[in-house]
């Protein structure tokens, strides 16, 4: 069974198609990317799957199940988490903190037990604060355990997007381009970083511009342009295919 797979996927804005009947299926385990040109979609896509935008039309299925309609804490719940292509932290609260709220729907603590301060509450705010330690140590930026959220490295507040995202414990995590804006030994880290997620068995399906980082990452590629399916395949068939060529450079191979 696939991990993901979107069938007749459509989404207009005002009449205007971001998205048109679009299908593909993601397999578990795979470190996928999504790529086109400007305006191809591609976020729009991941809004999709991640239930900030609700499709116009067609279906989204996760494990077999219909998603299609679920808003975005139905489909955290569910399993998928995702990052965003500028950092949304919380700037008025710590690194640690702002992992923690990804981690909270593991709690055991119920709302009434946290406001009331019940017995139980304090053993598990402490297990959260290991876990979203333990995933700051993971993706590397331990260091800035106490530091407050606002003040990280551009750098380092990308990967406190990803530790947070980890700590929900996702089956499917979707990165909106990871590597923007970072210098190359930073997306050197990134990339690697990326693999010791998949290892960990869970399935990733990044947008990036870094066409270096997707053909020596993914495992599989999946083309848009217009909010069309354009192509799909491995590295060396996309980098090879004349559509492609075409929609990035404007000419076809000769």
């Known amino acids: 069974m696939s991990m993901l797979e979107a069938r007749e996927l459509s989404r207009e804005f005002g009449g205007v198609h971001a998205l048109e009947a679009l299908s593909f299926a993601i397999e578990p385990g795979r470190v996928q990317a999504i790529i086109g040109p400007n305006g ?18 067609g279906s989204i299925l996760l494990e077999g199940r219909d998603i299609t309609r679920w808003p975005a804490h139905a489909c955290a719940a569910a399993g998928i988490a995702r990052t965003f292509q500028t950092p949304q932290v919380f700037q008025n609260m710590s690194a640690l903190e702002n992992v923690m709220v990804g981690a909270h729907r593991h709690a055991r603590a119920g709302l009434a037990r946290a406001l009331l301060r019940l017995p139980g509450f304090a053993d598990g ?12 140590e993971f993706v590397g930026i331990g260091a800035y355990l106490g530091a407050d959220a606002g003040s990280l490295p551009y750098g380092a507040m990308k990967r406190l997007e990803i530790a947070r995202a980890l700590a929900a414990q996702p089956k499917l995590l979707l990165l909106d381009e990871p590597a923007a804006g970072l ?5 050197a880290q990134i990339e690697a ?62």
Do not use: F
């Open 40 to 57: 191809a979609g591609k976020t729009t896509l991941l809004n999709l799957l991640s239930g900030v935008y609700e499709a116009s039309a």
């Open 125 to 136: 705010e402490q297990a959260l604060r290991a876990r979203a330690a333990e995933q700051m």
């Open 183 to 187: 210098n190359p030994t930073e997306t």
């Open 193 to 254: 970083l990326i693999r010791r997620i998949a290892v960990r068995g869970v399935t990733v399906v990044l947008v990036e511009h870094n066409m270096r980082l997707v053909m020596e990452l993914c495992d599989h590629i999946l083309v848009l342009d217009g909010g069309r399916w354009l192509a799909e395949g491995s590295a060396r068939e996309v980098r090879d295919d004349p559509r492609v060529i075409e929609a990035y450079l404007g000419v076809a191979k000769a």
